[in-house]
């Protein structure tokens, strides 16, 4: 293992201690989310609390090492202990949320495939939402459709027609394994590792997506391989119309795409994203935003992600994540004109206020 993972994986184990979870809480003074730039400390509209789950292969082991889809794309336990042990906590909480879902699940086979459907069924009976979400690199469902081996996470690797190619089969795979229905509600998407690009924004719109939550607003990763994905010059935390003609620009308004970005604060300089992930940050980085976001004109959509890789271990049990994420809930719930809601309901407040 690189020096660095471990150095990590240590830091992770560290701070999800009780002692960890001290230190940081005394440094997340350091937590700042920069140019909500509020003018107005009216709080007129509520404050929706969007938590939403990129649903993939993988699980996190003893060591609380994160084994993802791309390592073993046929950890399919992910998928099914993950996405169940994600809705329990979610019942618990009486909240609706947005699952977005890589179409690698839809390669298992035998008892597998059977126990991911029925996940999946009763995660729509329940009320949440599933939006789609592509790692063409480790979706063998995807590949097999279209008869190709594909070598990108990232969108950047893709033409326009490819892209436009690669996400009509998985949207067609969602028909075939969920049903005309799922198919028709399919309005919400985010590009695997945050990585969408002009291409990708064009193609959801001429496919007729409704939202793109793959925005990490100041954030940029993997600038040299495969899985490159690059917001840093985004500032905006607000929701903002798509561009089509550069992914980057906020104020084109040539779509009908609403970008609902995922929140993202500082610590100490470094990017971070709204995750249970980063434990005690993520409560603070939820205050900030409460606090300081403009709700005197819209509700404010606070968008939380998870991956439900990360909410099963190797036989299925839950994990320290699942526990923060529940933890936070507990807490966001406390707080006046908190509502939790899936992103196609919140885009739906939005638009109408
Ligand atoms: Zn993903």
């Not at 184990?13 to 909500?36: A, E, P």
């Not at 979706?139 to 436009?164: I, M, N, P, V």
């Not at 409704?210 to 935390?237: F, L, N, P, Q």
Request: hydrophobic residues 35%; proline residues 2%; charged residues 25%.
């Amino acid at each position: 293992m690189k020096i660095i993972l471990k150095l990590k994986l240590f830091l992770y184990r560290f701070f999800s201690t009780t002692l960890g979870k001290g230190v940081l809480q005394l440094l997340s003074f350091g937590v700042k989310v920069r140019n909500l730039e509020n003018r107005n400390s009216l709080k007129k509209f509520p404050f929706l609390v969007i938590i939403t789950t990129d649903a993939e292969a993988g699980y996190v082991t003893k060591t609380e090492r994160r084994v993802w889809q791309k390592e073993n794309p046929e950890a399919f336990i992910g998928y099914y202990s993950g996405i169940r042990n994600l809705t329990n906590i979610f019942e618990k909480h009486g909240i609706k949320t947005t699952f977005f879902l890589s179409t690698q699940c839809f390669s298992s086979k035998g008892t597998e495939y059977k126990k991911i459907k029925n996940e999946l069924n009763s995660t729509i009976k329940k009320g949440h939402e599933i939006g789609l979400h592509l790692h063409p690199d480790s979706d063998f469902a995807l590949q097999k459709k279209l008869s190709k081996k594909f070598e990108a996470t990232s969108a950047f690797f893709y033409g326009y027609e490819e892209k436009l190619e690669i996400i009509k089969a998985a949207k067609d795979l969602v028909r075939e394994n969920l049903g005309t229905a799922s198919y028709k509600k399919l309005i919400s998407f985010r590009w695997g590792n945050w990585a969408l690009d002009t291409g990708g924004a064009k193609a959801l719109n001429k496919l007729g997506f409704k939202i793109d939550s793959s925005a990490v607003s100041g954030i940029k990763g993997h600038t040299h391989d495969t899985m490159k994905y690059d917001w840093s010059i985004v500032s905006r935390h607000y929701p903002w119309k798509l561009s089509i003609t550069d992914y980057l620009a906020t104020n084109h308004n040539n779509s009908k795409v609403m970008e609902i970005p995922i929140a993202t604060f500082d610590f100490f300089g470094m990017g971070m994203r709204a995750d249970p992930v980063n434990s005690v940050l993520l409560n603070k980085a939820f205050l900030e935003y409460y606090e300081k976001a403009d709700r005197s004109k819209k509700p404010f959509p606070f968008v939380v992600i998870t991956h439900s890789s990360e909410a099963a271990t190797k036989d299925g049990k839950v994990t320290q994540t699942l526990k923060d994420l529940d933890r936070f809930i507990s807490l966001a719930k406390k707080y006046d004109d908190v509502e939790f809601v899936t992103l196609k309901e919140a885009n739906k407040i939005i638009n109408n206020n």
